[in-house]
Structures are given as C-alpha cells and as structure tokens.
C-alpha cells in the first residue's frame, strides 16, 4: 500500500522544494488503513526543534519529515523523537526529497475505542470511604457532590452540554475533576477548566488537583494538571536581556533599578508569571519585559528552551487537566474564530472537553474580548514605548544605527531622524486633540465618571464640527506613516544584519506596529464603523479618580449566535457551573444569554445541586420594610444604611461586610460611619487598599467592618466568626441606562419582550444569590443577612427573586423588629454584642 496519498505527496514534495531541500516537518493524518490524507507543515530545520512546539500534534496523527540525504534510515535524534512521540500517541516516519519512498519509525497508534465512565465509580471516588477520603484524612460527606459527578460522567460519555448550578459547600471543584482526570486516565484526552477569578485558579491548582491526583494516581499513570495564563503574564527572557542592555535609552534610574530586580528574580522563579513577583513593577517596565505574542521569535530566540511561557505551553500541552480564566479562552475563541482553526493548539492546547466554572460571567467576558477598546493611556504608553524623554525604541534604532558606517545604516538613521520621529510626534499631537476633544464632549454628561453611548445619532454630534473628524484622520494618517517607516527599515536590516539582538529590535518595532494597527481597527470601529457590520453595542467613558483615562469601546451586541457557533456546537463536552446559574430556578435566562438554544438532545442536564448547609439554624435573613426606598429618596435610604450599620455594629461587635452597588453610595456610606463608630472597629473601604490586602485585614482583625462593591459580591470566602453579619444595602439591579444594558434591554423590546422582566430581574437575581453567598461558607458557620430594600417583599418580581435564595430562617417587618431578631439570634449563637452597646 503507498503509505502517502497523492495529494500528500506532491504537498509534501512543494514544501521540501520550497525550503530547497532543507529538512521539513509536517504532522499527517492517516486515513482508517494507515494512509496519510492530509498534511500540514509544522516546522522547518532539525526534526528535534519539532519537541519543542507545544501541542504539535494530537493523538493519532504522523510526524513526517525528510532526510535530504536520501538515507531513510533514523538518526540517533529520529529515534529519540519518535519515542517521546509515541509516548503521546503520534506516530513518525522519514521520506526522501523526492517523496518516492517512505519509512514509518513508528505506527500510528489506532484510535482505541473510547472508554465509557461507569458514573457510579465516578461518585464512588468521592463516597466517605473513597480513594479522596483516605488522601485527605479527614473527609465531610456530601451526597450532592457524589451526583453533580455522575451527571458529568454521563455527560463525557455521551457529548453534550451540563447545566449545574451548585450552592455553597456542595464541593463542585472535586465534583468536576474527578470526572475530568478519570477521563484522561481512560481516553487520553484533556480537559480545560476555565474560572473567572484568580483566587478559583489557585484553589484548584494549588490545593483541589494536587489531592485528587493523590487519590487517583495508579501505578501506570499519575494525573497531571497545569496552569496557564496570557502572554503577558510571563516575564520574556530575550525582552528583559533587550531592555537591559538598552536600559540608559529606555528608562530613567529608578525604573532601571526595578528591570535589575527583575533581572535578579528571573534567575530565581520558577514560573516566570507576574503573580509570583513579591512586588508588582511599574507598568512601563513590566511593558519592556512581558512576553508577547506579536514580538516573540519563537524557535529562533536564544532563550526559547528556557522561556517561561513556551514551558507553560509544553506543560499544558502534556497535562490532563489545564486550568485558564474566561479572559484566555475567549482570546483562544477570537484566535480560532479569525483563523477558521478548530483543530491545532491556537493560544490553548486544542480541546472537545471544556468546563466553565463561575460560568454566570461568560457573557460579558466574551464580549468584550471578542470586541475592541481603545484607551487614552494605552495610545500613550504605547506611543512612548517609541520614544519618551529621549529614551525608547526609536533612540536605540538611533544608537545602534549609528555605529554603523555604511551607506544603508546612514539612509536607514536618516529616515529615523527625518520621518519615524516627525511621524511619532504628528501622531501624538493627533491623539492628544482626539482625547481631549472626546474627554470635553464627556463633560457633558452627568457624574464622576461620565458613559456616553455611541449611537447611530453620534455621527451628528457637534464634537465632529468642532475637529474630532480632522484628528481622527490624523491619528490614522500618523499611525499609517509609523507603519511604513518602521517597515522600511525593518525590510533594510533584516537584510543587512541579522544578528540576534538586532532582529529583537526589529521584532519590537513591529509589534509596536501591530499594535497601532489594532487601535486604528479599534477606533474606527467605535467613532466610525463601516457599513455592514453586525450590530455592536458602542461608548465612551472616563474613569480613574487619580489618573483620568478616556476609553472607548465597541463590542458585539448578540454573543448567543457567536458562543453557540463557535463553542456549544464545537466543543464535545461542555459543563457549566456556578453557585449561580439559574434565576428563580429556572436556567432560560442563561441559556438564551450565552446561545445554549440547542437540541434537547444535546442538553444532558439541567440540575440545581442545593447547598448542603442548614441555612434555617444558621443563618437568619432580615427584610426591614419600614425604611425609604432607594429608587424613591435616595438621600433618606443612605442615612437609613447608615444608621443599620452602626446598630448592627454594636450588635454583633462588627465582624460585618456591607455591599453596595455603586461607589458614591459606598463613599457616602463610609463618610456617615466613620465618626460613629470612632475608633472602636476597623473600618476598611474599598479604594483604600488592593482587595486582597483589604481582606486579609479583615480577617486578622476579627471585628472589622468592610464596605465594598462589585467585586466584593462573589469570590470572597471568609469563613468563622471574623464575618457574621452581612449587610446588602440594595436589590442588586444594573443601571438601565448602561451602554451594553441599554442595547440588551432595546434589543429585547424590539423583540416584543419586556427588558424588565427578561433582562433586569433575574441578571439582579443571580447577583444578589451571590452576594448572600458570602455569609454561609461552612457547616459550622452562623451569621444574619439583612437587605436594605423592601422592594423585594412590596414588588411582584421579588417574589421571583426571594425564590433563589437559600432557605434562612426570614423576618419581614420594621427595622426595629429586624433588629430584635437579629440580636436573638446572635445571642443564641454566643455572638456577643459590644460593650456599651445602643439599647
């Protein structure tokens, strides 16, 4: 049998010729006999720099390349690489240049047939005498976790899509890898976790993983898990060597000293991330020195062996388990999207098993990585990264152009001095009048950090009369020039000197380049979108108290079509998790916000797994009626908070968190407390300190007040007596009048839908079930919860929303009753109140 078909033959022949005759690389798939039908390049020179490309190729498929020699026998090198490959499943075979004979080193392993879970084994692993029982030692029981793992086993068995929402204390990390690292065991085939959080991320891969590949380690096979994160996450070796030697050109002395302790901890980390340095740099130093995908040289780096983030890569091609945030697998999503790649690694490792936990947040993640955002000072610091103060990449072309005596350096300086930087400078003068012009349109609009939406409208506001047309042309014009220059030269060196350090620079530049390109992109598609497009929702805005920033943004405004397309139809398995999924009980509000309108037989399930804890005994739920509305007296409502906080204070000796929706009720909040409470409890806002910093302060003290807003509502667990009270100063309701909240409620009218209903309460439903979820985070937990807004108990749609909550023991009535109960409760649960507390 010719083991090649012919069209894989004359590819492989045009590529071979192509690279005149040097040694190529492809992986190829065999047909169901063994004959490969397709093939695709994968590397060029030594067949061994092939190991080094994360995710090359998938169980099943040939590694194929030529020995120009002729010569089909293997090499010392062949051979090591086709048993590293074999290792993984990847066969490997040697053609000569002509293609005519073939020898295969290896067969390709035939697909083995898939082995089926038994989903009572899967929940078995996590039963009290279970495999994870016997590694943790100790061991709480939990029925609904041992059921969220069998449905999840069905749904790796048969393909489809899980719904499960799992309340607090269910246990759904275990419940989720279980099935995913048996899978992997059985099948060969990963798993990605994607989570939202940073603190979920290092739940599961520094403490969840590492015990269940414990437990489920066999003889023959150990679990193996990886965490991967985002380009510029890694420190780059050949960036920080770059800045190093150009430190003078670059930097000013005390940014020189922070790229030297950068420097000094490359040598010691063995992660290379951000999240590993004690203290985070400057942002124009991390920005010199963070890996990138548009300046990276890949296999030609000196440092590519020992490069953090292609070591990430390898590991996460290698691993079982590979954990991402939403951010990394929606840029993967946009990656494969625009390159039409369903089936190589892209920014992941190619995958059919996909678990979404924290999946409530999906949505909005998608949209804005699968849309585009502009910013003031991201066009600054970009710009500035060619030249600031006389440093930059542009004065160090400069420098190493002028060591240089011939005649293409001279013309190459020359076009430098004369054009690149006559071109930078129109270009920020151009940003400058565009910013300044959009921030004095802002001014017009009410609040601290004014939106504007950007409607179809917007093309005949009078900011365009007033030259914010003249400096958009500009800003492109200058962004054009940039790219022409830097081209120019870039073209003439490579072919001049193509030394390391100098194809670093020009790589720099580029990327630059690439860059000024995505925001020219990125600006027409928010102040000047062509015709044509699908609908985007639009806006500009100006945030940041100590450094005001104008952004701008345009982001699709129907992500149901795209996710369904492009990863519910895709992707074999897919589980979704949260501890809120379903609105009321009901999961339709998700499922038409994230495109889950699928077949029935493509939904396995839709399972609420209730929370364990006994929320009766410990947890009390008050509802004041008797105070102002805060949609009616605004004012009124704030000193009612206020007043609240301070009696529960004494009450429960603080040891209280107090969650708002918007900073100024925060800062009004925090304003009004702050001299009647004195010194006696710590009390800690939001804006004073980095969140983490904030809640470990709270802990320590044990008595602490903490005021906080969105971020504070979910992905916080603090449990025991340090949190005992939790405060919700509002129902939880997104501003209406919000760009994307805008376009979603008018998109739902147009559709005969009230926006209200549809949109608004069950979004609040879901934010105010996880911000009850703070309180309640083990069975040995006792606190009250009390929500400063009678709306839930006087409006028809609070039914709907109490629906969701766990079962607390309630009381519905006037402060003082609410009160009362309150301090009941806690003194039946030895919450002693303060000294000296208000009767």
């Known amino acids: 049998m010719e083991r090649l078909s012919p069209a894989v033959r004359e590819q492989v022949r045009a590529e071979i010729a192509a690279a005149h005759g040097r040694e190529v690389s492809f992986v190829a798939r065999p047909d169901a006999h063994g004959r490969l039908v397709e093939a695709r390049p ?68 035939r697909p083995r047939a898939t082995t089926r879970l038994d989903p009572f084994d899967v929940a078995g692993l996590l039963a009290p005498h279970g495999p994870v029982a016997r590694a943790l030692g100790g061991f709480e029981d939990r029925p609904s976790q041992r059921d969220m793992a069998a449905y999840i086993a069905d749904a790796y068995n048969d393909g489809g899509v899980a719904l499960l929402e799992a309340g607090t204390g269910v246990g759904k990390s275990f419940a989720y890898l279980a099935p995913a690292l048996v899978w992997a065991r059985e099948n060969g085939e990963r798993t990605i976790v994607s989570t939202n959080t940073i603190n979920l991320q290092e739940q599961l891969v520094g403490k969840d993983l590492p015990i269940l590949a414990r437990a489920l380690g066999t003889g023959e096979h150990s679990p193996s898990f990886a965490l991967l994160k985002g380009w510029r996450n890694y420190l780059c070796l050949a960036r920080l060597e770059q800045a190093r030697d150009a430190r003078g050109s670059l930097f000013e002395d005390e940014r020189a000293t922070e790229l030297e302790a950068l420097a000094a901890w490359a040598g010691q980390t063995s992660d290379g991330s951000l999240s590993d340095l004690p203290d985070e740099p400057a942002a124009e130093v991390w920005d010199a020195v963070a890996a990138e995908s548009d300046l990276c040289t890949r296999l030609k780096c000196p440092h590519f062996e020992q490069c953090f983030l292609f070591q990430a890569r390898r590991r996460a091609a290698e691993a079982d388990v590979v954990v991402v945030n939403h951010h990394l697998l929606a840029s993967d999503l946009a990656v494969r999207m625009a390159s039409d790649n369903w089936q190589e690694a892209a ?24 849309g585009a955002q502009v910013s003031m000072l991201g066009v600054q610091r970009l710009l500035s990264r060619l030249e600031k103060n006389g440093r930059g990449l542009l004065p160090t072309l400069g420098a190493v152009l002028a060591g240089r005596d011939d005649l293409l350096s001279a013309a190459s300086r020359d076009l430098v001095h004369q054009s690149l930087f006559d071109a930078l400078g129109a270009a920020r003068r151009a940003a400058d009048a565009l910013f300044a012009l959009l921030a004095r349109r802002l001014d017009a609009e009410p609040g601290p950090t004014p939106v504007l939406r950007l409607t179809d409208d917007f093309a005949r506001d009078d900011v365009w009369a007033q030259g914010l047309d003249v400096a958009l042309d500009n800003l492109l014009l200058g962004f054009s020039r940039l790219r022409d220059g830097v081209e120019t030269i870039a073209d003439r060196l490579s072919l001049d000197d193509p030394s390391e350090r100098r194809a670093q620079l020009i790589a720099e530049l580029r990327g630059v380049v690439r860059r000024l390109d995505a925001i020219a992109v990125g600006l027409t598609a928010a102040l000047r979108p062509p015709a ?3 609908a985007a929702v639009r806006w500009l805005e100006r945030r940041g108290r100590k450094t005001p920033n104008v952004s701008l ?20 398995t897919v589980v979704l998790t949260s501890a809120t999924l379903a609105a009321g009980g009901d999961f339709g509000y998700l499922e038409q916000r994230v495109g889950l309108d699928l077949p029935p037989s493509r939904v396995r399930a839709r399972e609420i797994h209730a929370s364990p804890f006994d929320f009766p005994a410990q947890c009390l739920f008050g509802i004041p009626t008797d105070l102002p509305e805060p949609r009616d007296d605004e004012p009124g409502h704030d000193a009612a908070v206020a007043r609240v906080l301070v009696e529960l204070a004494h009450a429960s000796d603080g040891g209280m968190f107090v969650l708002f929706t918007s900073h100024g009720a925060l800062r009004r909040a925090a304003e009004a407390v702050r001299g009647a409470i004195g010194g006696r409890w710590p009390l800690l806002v939001q804006g004073d300190g980095q969140r983490d910093q904030l809640l470990r302060r709270f802990r320590e003290a044990g008595s602490a007040i903490l005021l906080g807003t969105d971020s504070f509502w979910e992905g916080v667990d603090v449990p025991g007596r340090a949190l005992r009270v939790l405060i919700l100063a509002k129902l939880p309701f997104k501003v209406p009048s919000e760009p994307l909240t805008a376009a979603r409620l008018e998109r739902l009218e147009a559709r005969g839908l009230n926006g209200f209903t549809h949109y608004l309460v069950p979004n609040a439903a879901l934010k105010l079930k996880q911000g009850f979820g703070r309180l309640i985070r083990r069975t040995t937990d006792v606190g009250a919860v009390v929500l400063l807004d009678r709306r839930i108990v006087t409006k028809r749609y609070g039914q709907l929303i109490l629906e969701g909550l766990p079962p607390a023991s309630r009381v519905v009535g006037s402060w003082q009753d609410v009160r009362r109960a309150c301090e009941e409760f806690f003194a039946g649960h030895g919450i002693e109140a303060a000294l000296g507390a208000q009767g």
């Open 42 to 109: 994968v590397a060029r020179g030594t067949v061994d720099a092939v190991l080094a490309l994360p995710g090359i190729a998938q169980r099943g498929e040939l590694l194929l390349h030529n020995h120009p020699s002729g010569a089909l026998e293997p090499s010392g090198a062949d051979l090591s690489v086709a048993a590293r490959l074999h290792d993984g499943g990847v066969g490997f075979a040697i053609v000569d240049n002509d293609v005519t004979d073939c020898y295969v080193v290896v067969e390709c392993p």
């Open 553 to 572: 943004a345009a982001v699709p405004l129907d992500l149901a079509p795209i996710l369904k397309d492009n990863l519910f139809d895709r992707v074999e």
């Open 532 to 534: 044509g497009v699908p």
């Open 347 to 370: 920014v992941l490792p190619p995958y059919r098993r996909l678990v979404l936990d924290e999946a409530h947040h999906l949505e909005d993640v998608a949209a804005m990585h699968l």
